[in-house]
């Protein structure tokens, strides 16, 4: 799900911002590798000007250019600052500022890092990690993770003003709903909007973790009032195709994708949508091309093609199960008996609608079929989802 941008521009009137995406993995070569030759070093930024100071002291005049949107002027006054008092984090944290907002985000990892090494606590280099983790980089598990823990700790301080505190409860509903944690990003996003009512970007927050939750009515309702929002009605239009493909209401729901689209046709594209029987074919084809201990294991189990994800299945568990699954696995593991009178008690599940949304195009849904089906077998061998992520099964 793509998010937001600049920092600056974030808190707390936020809805012009957006996540960076997770790259693509490359297509795979068709010919013969040449030998890869050392890399070339990236070139170096630009010597920075010296500090305009205007009367001020380095990291004074740092905080009013960031605060002003100067950031190349607030980061040669912040290194000046930095140089000047080495020890002090509440530099390095404004040098992490400016960097993340040039976009020079491995340098904003290192002094932000640096500034929190030099004084943990400190408020505004955990509100800027968790941000740069949590909103700006792509959203990997690892950075979502950190900038969760960085929110997070900045929420547990009991010093944090009453201004930090809706911020960084925001950064914390953004990870924990990337994360899949949407019951506690629910809770952050509330914390927000009991103080900015009408907060767009924790509407939408709330709205996603509604969605989440499987509380659809509540989720449609939130969206809707999205719709007209600049930043978020692409996402809201997606949304509302969602809830009403769910209900079969197609042609409403196809409206709501096409609108989407429309807004935000980077984000939305138009799906590689396979048909019933192409999409069984996919299914079994990729069965067929498992290793054979795998296929030994599934003997017994069926692996079905379906649409979307029934209600029963979301809420077969506690939290429920997101709506956007690309499959879901059904009974005990193979490891423990079958204690139920269902027959067969164990099997698989792969969501047409859900694998195509989830990928661009048709080879991309052929792998994204590979991978679900090997995640489903790692739950068939009693794996959880934290060891499949840890395998790149996510």
Known sequence: MLRRGSFALCFLLLGACQRTPAPAAPPVAEVAPVPAAT??????????????????????????????????????CAAQASALAPDSASAHAARGEALAALERTAEAQVAYARALALEPGHPDALLGAAHLYAVQLPSLREYDELGALYAERGLSQAEVSPEMLPRFALVSAIALNDLGQSREALQRAQLVLARHPDDAE????????????????????????????????????????????????????????????????????????????????EVARAVAALPEDMR????????????????????????????????????????????????PCRSVALYRLNLARAV???????????????HEV??????DDQELAARGLE
């Open 39 to 76: 890399p070339a070093a990236p070139p170096a930024p630009a010597p920075l000007s010296p500090c305009k100071a205007r009367g001020q002291a380095p990291l004074d005049a740092a905080l009013l250019y960031l605060d002003e949107g100067q950031s190349l002027d607030a980061l040669a």
């Open 202 to 281: 924790a509407s939408y927050e709330k709205a996603l973790a509604l969605f989440e939750l499987c509380r659809f009515a509540e989720a449609r309702a939130a969206f809707t009032r999205l719709v007209d929002d600049a930043a978020r009605g692409a996402h809201a239009h997606y949304h509302l195709g969602l809830l009403l493909e769910r209900e079969g209401k197609w042609p409403r729901a196809r409206s709501h994708f096409d609108k989407a689209r429309v807004l935000s046709p980077q984000d939305f594209p138009e799906p590689p949508m396979p048909s019933e029987a192409e999409f069984r074919e």
């Open 296 to 343: 030994r294991d599934l003997t017994g189990v069926p692996v079905r093609a379906e649409a979307l994800p029934a209600d029963d299945d979301l809420l077969s568990g506690e939290p429920p199960l997101s709506p956007t699954i690309l499959g879901i696995f059904r009974g005990p593991p193979l490891s423990e008996p079958c204690d139920g009178t269902e027959t």
């Open 360 to 374: 661009r195009t048709r080879e991309e849904l052929r792998e994204q079929i590979k991978v679900t089906l090997l």
């Open 378 to 383: 790692g739950h068939l061998r009693g794996e």
